[in-house]
Nanobody
Framework: QVQFVESGGGLVQPGGSLRLSCAAS????????MGWYRQAPGKQRELVARINIHGSTNYADSGKGRFTISRDNGKNTVYLQMNILKPEDTAVYYC?????????WGQGTQVTVSS
């Protein structure tokens, strides 16, 4: 049974930073490209960043220069370092394979950027 467990979210002021983690189980993690996705209230879920099996990364325009995705295959974990956070980054953040597998969505972690 595949499971992704996200953590690290919280309430942060504009300009602050957070590091999200996603622990994977039930899959051979190292052979999957992984992505971080987010869903803001009233909006569709969107891809924020992705990383392939070789460590190459790609970012949505919204996070370029502010977000960094990384992975640790030894720990079956993918990370998202988010800096210079903005109120529009407020959302529930999820990890999943890239492209996503519908059955793999976890509970996500809430990120709220507000003063």
């Amino acid at each position: 049974q595949v499971q992704f467990v996200e953590s690290g979210g919280g309430l942060v002021q504009p300009g602050g930073s957070l590091r999200l983690s996603c622990a994977a189980s039930g899959i051979i993690f190292r052979i999957y490209a992984m992505g971080w996705y987010r869903q803001a209230p009233g909006k569709q879920r969107e891809l924020v960043a992705r990383i392939n099996i070789h460590g190459s990364t790609n970012y949505a325009d919204s996070g370029k220069g502010r977000f960094t995705i990384s992975r640790d295959n030894g720990k079956n974990t993918v990370y998202l370092q988010m800096n210079i956070l903005k109120p529009e980054d407020t959302a529930v953040y999820y990890c999943n394979t890239f492209p996503e597998q519908e059955d793999y969505w976890g509970q996500g972690t809430q990120v709220t950027v507000s003063s």
